[in-house]
Antibody
Framework: QVQLQESGPALVKPSETLSLTCTVS????????WSWIRQPPGKGLEWIGY???????DYNPSLKSRVTISVDTSRNEFSLRLTSVTAADTAVYYC??????????????WGQGILVTVSS | DIQMTQSPSSLSASVGDRVTITCRAS??????LNWYQQKPGKAPHLLIY???YLQNGVPSRFSGSGSGTDFTLTISSLQPEDFATYYC?????????FGQGTKLEIK
């Protein structure tokens, strides 16, 4: 059974960098695409970006200037860095796997999510 | 960016009802449309992928249809565990936008 688990600080100060890690078990990160998705409290879902095991990445243009997603195949995990955060970045952050079976992007396994609050 | 518009935004229904939620894309996305169910405090759960394919383990009362710009999710006979928020998501092009959600509540 594939499992994803997000970890990182729950509180980040404005203007600082949000850093999260997603640890994958039950599947090798050396396959498929792996995404970060966020959801502000009470609002909808926003795709942040994805990485492939080779290090290939792509990001939501609305966040591209502030986002870096990286992969560590030796630890079977991938990470998110979001710089210069503001209160608008307060959200539950999910990591997810792209099922890669339909030709499009669809997310079949998700982490439980981690609430990150941006506040001084 | 492709815009995804769901309707209705909220819906009240009773156990046993047949319910349909629609999702419209601002441009053609072929069949690259997915549906998720989300319960409070939980991650979204994939129900339907590629417009009409039922994800493994999802009850057969859920079905999806459509192509191009117009899609529907149908629940044939609502069960108590189906009361949740439903999101569509286009898997065709970046940034793989989600709809705003449809909250399905008990009447």
């Amino acid at each position: 059974q594939v499992q994803l688990q997000e970890s990182g600080p729950a509180l980040v100060k404005p203007s600082e960098t949000l850093s999260l890690t997603c640890t994958v078990s039950g599947d090798s990160i050396g396959s498929d695409y792996w995404s970060w998705i966020r959801q502000p409290p009470g609002k909808g879902l926003e795709w942040i970006g994805y990485t492939y095991y080779s290090g290939t990445t792509d990001y939501n243009p609305s966040l591209k200037s502030r986002v870096t997603i990286s992969v560590d195949t030796s630890r079977n995990e991938f990470s998110l860095r979001l710089t210069s955060v503001t209160a608008a970045d307060t959200a539950v952050y999910y990591c997810a796997r792209d099922m890669s079976s339909s030709g499009g992007i669809d997310f079949d396994y998700w982490g439980q999510g981690i609430l990150v609050t941006v506040s001084s | 960016d492709i815009q995804m518009t769901q309707s209705p935004s909220s819906l009240s229904a009773s156990v046993g009802d047949r319910v349909t939620i629609t999702c419209r894309a601002s441009q053609s996305i072929s069949v690259y449309l997915n549906w998720y169910q989300q319960k409070p405090g939980k991650a979204p759960h994939l129900l339907i992928y590629a417009a009409s394919y039922l994800q493994n383990g999802v009850p057969s009362r859920f079905s999806g249809s459509g192509s191009g710009t117009d899609f529907t999710l149908t629940i044939s006979s609502l069960q108590p565990e189906d009361f949740a928020t439903y999101y569509c998501q286009e898997g065709y092009s970046m940034p793989y936008t989600f709809g705003q959600g449809t909250k399905l509540e008990i009447k």
